[in-house]
């Protein structure tokens, strides 16, 4: 019961500290590497990627839609992404007067290698693929961890030195924990699942170029079949899918934030057709790209008021 008692405590603390750093915007990317945190005060549905990260939530909760599957974490369960994921994230249990406090911290593989190495942690036991996504339940330490972390966005003189042994510490409790046999594949050299991150870390970075499916396989040193069906595995769709809306959601961020029209960012994504590009547009999002638009520029108008 006491331990109960210290959950709730820290995780209220941790609340309080993220409500003080969103005061003035509900998204802050701070000086410390690779740590964000978030605001919300309404129930929103979003779709984008999920890039390699572990997130929390210190109030609220949220419901995230891989492919057919669901993940709900909250104030009790964290959300681990192993690789860059397509998703739909609502956000189930927020208010102006309770909103939802969240974080992400991101990391890449190089960093959960050397940490397995300095930490002689045993190798994965298994070499098979899995979801790149799972929810494992918060520990008192890690969520202290995660406070000690937040704590130095106020001490940016002491953040080159003490941000990399708490980054350290969260990720050894994460490789550790209930998720970490999953953590291990993903970083170990030569696993299968170690193996299609490769290609989808690439698949990223030239996501706008004509892409082919043997080419992926050839990153992943697999055949085809066998390449699909562990990309299946890891992320809940085919590897055209997955290209698709990677294109479609970039396309998206460049009309919003880049005000390109849409024939343009069609292009820019790797659409070599507009109409083919609205008619995939309207699909995903329910509506045309300049309509779709329009009503996300005039939310985020009535969100700043």
């Known amino acids: 019961m006491a331990n109960i008692s210290n959950l709730d405590s820290n995780m209220n603390l941790l609340a309080s500290s993220i409500l003080k750093l969103t005061e003035c915007k509900d998204y802050y990317s701070t000086q410390v590497p690779g740590l964000t945190v978030f605001k919300k005060v309404d129930a929103t549905t979003i779709a984008g990627f999920y890039e390699p990260s572990v997130c929390l939530i ?3 909760a949220k419901r995230v839609q891989l492919g057919d599957e669901t993940y709900i974490y909250d104030t009790e369960h964290y959300l681990f992404s192993g690789v860059h994921l397509p998703v739909v994230a609502q956000v189930v249990d927020a208010s102006v007067e309770h909103p939802y406090l969240g974080l992400k911290l991101t990391f890449d593989y190089q960093e959960i290698t050397q940490l397995m190495t300095d930490s002689q942690l045993p190798p994965p036991k298994g070499q098979r693929s899995g979801r790149g996504m799972a929810t494992g339940t918060l520990s008192l330490s890690l969520i202290s961890a995660f406070q000690r972390l937040i704590d130095l966005v106020d001490d940016e003189s002491s953040i080159p030195m003490l941000a990399p042994m708490i980054r350290r510490e969260i990720f050894y409790r994460l490789l550790v ?11 170990a050299m030569g696993t299968q699942t170690h193996q299609v991150a490769k290609a989808i870390s690439w698949l990223k970075s030239n996501f706008s170029k004509s892409v082919r499916v043997e080419e992926l396989a050839q990153i992943a040193s697999m055949s085809i079949s066998t390449f699909h069906h562990h990309f299946r595995n890891m992320t809940a769709m085919s ?4 290209l698709k809306l990677m294109r479609l959601q970039e396309a998206r961020r460049l009309m919003l934030t880049e005000h390109l029209d849409a024939a343009t960012s069609a292009f820019q994504v790797g659409y070599e057709s507009p109409s083919q590009f609205s008619r995939e547009y309207g699909r995903l999002y329910g509506c045309s790209p300049a309509k779709d638009v329009n009503k996300l520029r005039f939310k985020l108008a009535q969100a700043s008021q």
């Open 239 to 242: 590897p055209l899918q997955y």
């Open 58 to 60: 210190a109030q609220g």
């Open 177 to 187: 924990g209930e998720q970490g046999e999953k953590l291990r594949q993903l970083a």
